[in-house]
């Protein structure tokens, strides 16, 4: 379970959205480069990072709250793409697998934002399953403790923000 931590493509639309926060004002070809930029700065991102362009004109994201957690349904819209998109993914879980032996003061040198969100939900007791997709992949974070409950809901909403000012920025670029 620890071992899939980090799933691909869920860290991809995630990332868009924090690259985003700082690259509100430019065109999507400067919001790509500052994307692909902050995820290569991430051991897990950087392995989603150089296929970004190719992959996100087709990429769906879709966020789910369960009633003892969330769920995160990732895809391409392009039947060609899955085969690439599910390759970057292993090997995101592999990075995010090693992700998990790092120490707190390492993950915040060697993690992005969103990767250091999920690494932490786990660290504290969240269960994080996921599984592949004819189209994609779904990551589910859940808990029957009330108190983790509330970390993976509000990490949710953080998501969701972060998605919003995504399409924002692409409707407006």
């Known amino acids: 379970m620890i071992r899939r931590m980090i799933a691909g493509a869920a860290l991809v639309l995630v990332v868009v959205g924090a690259a985003m926060a700082d690259e509100m004002q430019g065109n999507k070809d400067d919001m790509m480069k500052s994307m692909q930029k902050e995820m290569m700065n991430c051991m ?30 990732h895809g391409v819209t392009d039947p060609s793409k899955v085969e690439l998109l599910h390759s970057c993914g292993a090997k995101m879980e592999e990075s ?5 032996a790092l120490s707190d003061a390492d993950a915040k040198t060697q993690l992005c934002g969103p990767c250091q969100g999920m690494r932490t939900m786990v660290v504290n007791g969240a269960s994080m399953s996921m599984g592949q997709t ?4 779904i990551m589910v974070f859940s808990s029957d403790d009330p108190a983790v409950q509330e970390k993976i809901w509000a990490y949710e909403q953080e998501m969701r923000q972060m998605m919003a000012m ?6 407006e670029g």
């Open 44 to 73: 897990v991102c950087k392995n989603m990072a150089p296929h970004m362009a190719e992959l996100m004109p087709s990429m769906t994201m879709e966020i789910v709250t369960l009633n003892n957690g969330t769920a995160y349904m």
């Open 134 to 137: 004819e189209m994609g992949d």
């Open 166 to 171: 995504h399409e924002q920025a692409m409707m």
């Open 96 to 100: 995010g697998a090693a992700a998990m």
